[in-house]
């Protein structure tokens, strides 16, 4: 077979799941988008814990307020699919991961390097985009775990990318894609608090031991 047909092929793909995407993205959200994302809390309001190891699984407790966000667990799930929304519905049209053998959809067939609202009548109001769009791979997967089993993953530098706890701070606190989450377009609650508040709060908890949940 020919680089041609192949490329038509996947040309013609593409296109079918844009088209798709248009009318999948059109699923109710069920949260109100227009509530205001509640707040997070600073380190210091942890500070009359006296006890290093608690107060650090504290802070952790509220950092995970974001990570098991919809906006962070949906781009983390544990199956073949990304998932979508507020109830964290499957991914529409269908998304698999490449890893687990299955065709793979280049993501940038539906979503652009940045949020893209919608004007004409419709349930959901804009696209969500970025550079670097997509979902974690499986060893970054979060759905389904606990608190803690997400804190010792997210320490582990063989299940994290590679990252010390300086990286992960650094990830957390100033990479634009995990931003996205306090910045997620129009009709999707953004997560509570915002990146500089969570970074600070990720600061505090590696400096009081990054403890994880029991």
């Known amino acids: 077979m020919t680089g041609a047909p192949i490329s038509a092929t996947r040309a013609a793909s593409l296109a079918i799941v844009a088209v798709a995407a248009i009318a999948a993205f059109g699923r109710p959200v069920g949260a109100d988008p227009s509530s205001a994302s509640?707040?997070?809390?600073?380190?210091?309001?942890?500070?009359?814990?006296?006890?290093?190891?608690?107060?650090?699984?504290?802070?952790?407790?509220?950092?995970?307020?974001?990570?098991?966000?919809?906006?962070?667990?949906?781009?983390?799930?544990?199956?073949?699919?990304?998932?979508q929304g507020d109830d964290l519905h499957e991914h529409m049209p269908p998304i698999w991961r490449a890893e687990t053998g299955h065709f793979e959809a280049n993501c940038s067939g539906c979503h652009s390097s940045r949020n893209f609202t919608l004007h004409e009548p419709a349930s959901y109001r804009s696209i969500p985009g970025h550079p670097r769009w997509g979902f974690a791979p499986m060893s970054m997967a979060w759905q389904g775990k606990s608190l803690g089993e997400i804190c010792r993953q997210l320490k582990d530098v063989q299940a994290n990318g590679g990252r010390d706890l300086a990286a992960l701070h650094e990830h957390i606190a100033t990479d634009d894609l995990v931003g996205w989450a306090w910045n997620p377009g129009e009709g999707r609650k953004p997560a509570p608090g915002s990146q500089a508040a969570a970074g600070e709060l990720v600061q505090a908890w590696i400096d009081s031991g990054a403890e994880c949940p029991r």
Not at 58 to 73: L, Y
């Open 38 to 83: 509640p707040p997070l809390k600073s380190p210091a309001d942890f500070s009359s814990i006296s006890n290093t190891s608690e107060r650090s699984r504290a802070i952790f407790d509220e950092i995970s307020k974001v990570i098991t966000h919809p906006r962070c667990m949906n781009c983390h799930p544990a199956g073949d699919h990304p998932t």
